[in-house]
């Protein structure tokens, strides 16, 4: 079957660095995709990788390893406003997107 | 620029009532547009997709149905709400290219009492 796996939730400081890891089991694979979501409000996307390697955009990274099944999203400078949930979602071989259960992140002062 | 709006904001039914959640993207033409469903802490179900005027592809069987009477309108109906259609409903456009993201609208938050 399909499925995404994503820690529910991390805590990070103010400043800091943190790590979301997210791995996927699709029928075939067109990109991984990385979306907040705050609290009471619709997704936005951040990130896309479809290649091997790291994508890097402003505070906020992505790297993708096809072999492995696995994503991360890395936020550097960690703000106030990035508390928020981190979705995670695989395109499956029918452009379908296959969304894992989100990971909340709370940052503390 | 492109534009989703979804009305409405919220809603609260009783069991039994039928639904219509509406969803109209402004801005661009063809767009293939979706319904999703979250569940509270949970990730998102997709529930129908559309790629075309009257072409509606079901990813969930339930008492729900869609409709796209118009390019750019999307519509979810009930005819009978139970207590586990309660959630966030979403809709999402992209531009029909299969690699792009979808932009989701702002939600409507449906509770059913």
């Known amino acids: 079957g399909q499925n995404i796996d994503q820690p529910t939730e991390m805590t990070a400081t103010e400043g800091a660095i943190v790590q979301i890891n997210c791995t996927y089991q699709?029928?075939?694979?067109?990109?991984l995709f990385w979306y907040q979501q705050h609290a009471g409000e619709a997704p936005t996307f951040l990130s896309y990788?479809?290649l091997d390697g790291l994508e890097e955009k402003g505070r906020f990274s992505s790297f993708l390893s096809r072999s492995k099944g696995y994503s991360y999203l890395l936020l550097k400078e960690l703000q106030m406003k990035d508390s928020a949930s981190y979705l995670c979602?695989?395109?499956?071989?029918?452009?379908?997107?296959?969304w894992g259960a989100g990971t909340k992140l709370i940052i503390k002062p | 620029s492109q534009t989703i709006h979804q009305w409405p904001a919220t809603l609260v039914q009783p069991v039994g009532s039928p639904l219509s959640l509406e969803c109209t993207v402004e801005?661009?033409?063809?767009?293939?547009l979706y319904w999703y469903r979250q569940a509270a802490g949970r990730g998102l179900q997709l529930l129908f997709y559309?790629?075309?005027?009257?072409?509606i592809s079901s990813e969930v069987p339930q008492n729900l149905s869609a409709s796209r009477p118009q390019d750019r309108q999307f519509i979810l109906s009930s005819k009978k709400l139970l207590l586990s259609d309660s959630g966030f409903y979403l809709c999402?456009?992209?531009?029909?290219?299969?690699?792009?993201?979808?932009?989701f609208g702002p939600g409507t938050r449906l509770t059913v009492l």
């Open positions: 999402a456009w992209n531009p029909g290219r299969e690699y792009n993201e979808q932009f």
């Open positions: 801005g661009t033409s063809n767009p293939n």
């Open positions: 559309s790629v075309g005027i009257g072409q």
């Open positions: 699709t029928s075939g694979f067109n990109g």
């Open positions: 990788n479809v």
């Open positions: 979602a695989a395109m499956d071989s029918n452009y379908q997107l296959i």
